[in-house]
């Protein structure tokens, strides 16, 4: 990030706000990035995401520096907390980016001590089913959030993958999953039974 802040004696500048402060996010070869009215739109080889930061009190424009695409995000007059928006909507629009070009994968595992838990994978990945947590006859029915999917893992036993381009979708499908398997009225100390993120990252480690 950098600074600009305002002449004056050290007194004052201790209670004046800075000028200006700006941070810079670089756009890879193959992306392309639209920005209008803080609205941001994302397109890569795995698709197309969106996000508003009209709730920001930032500027974001598109310009080139030594033939280098980058998107500025910048605060004028911001102070403690304005000024912390600035990393925020650069480390937003990077997860965007990462998100059309390698894809986000969070693997899940399922844990139980006696009573074997059940898993059925419905709506090409859309939905899964949880049964038999705990011994418990009722069906437990998770919807993916839109773009995200489901599959077991080939390789290692009891574990789910979830896959897909917006992180804030996969990680909160992970979630939901996640919730629906709490222990309830009973130790969870002694009751460890449950479906837990194990793993998170990158879907397209090699590019």
């Keep these: ?7 004056g004696t050290p007194r004052q500048l201790a209670k004046m706000k800075l ?3 700006d941070g810079n996010v670089t756009i890879p070869d193959g992306v392309q990035i639209e920005v209008k009215a ?4 994302v397109k890569g080889p795995r698709g197309t995401l969106q996000r508003d930061f009209r709730h920001l009190a930032v500027d974001m424009y598109l310009f080139e520096e030594e033939g280098e695409k980058k998107l500025k995000v910048e605060c004028h007059f911001g102070k403690k907390k304005r000024l912390a928006a600035i990393r925020t909507a650069c480390s937003h629009v990077q997860n965007l980016i990462k998100g059309v070009t390698k894809g986000f994968e969070y693997k899940m595992r399922l844990v139980y001590a006696h009573f074997p838990i059940n898993i059925n994978i419905e709506d090409k990945g859309g939905r899964v089913e949880i049964r038999n947590f705990l011994g418990e006859k009722r069906v437990r029915n998770v919807v993916m959030l839109p773009g995200v999917t489901i599959k077991r893992s080939e390789a290692v036993k009891d574990e789910l993958i979830l896959e ?3 992180i804030e979708n ?5 979630a939901l999953i996640h919730q629906q398997c709490l222990v309830k009225n009973k130790d ?6 449950g479906i837990y993120v194990s793993e998170s990252g990158l879907l397209s480690k090699e590019a």
């Design 1 to 7: 990030l950098r600074h600009v802040e305002a002449a």
């Design 19 to 21: 000028l200006v402060a």
């Design 38 to 41: 803080r609205a941001v739109r």
């Design 164 to 166: 897909g381009n917006d």
């Design 170 to 174: 996969v990680s909160r499908s992970t």
């Design 188 to 193: 969870i100390r002694k009751f460890l039974d």
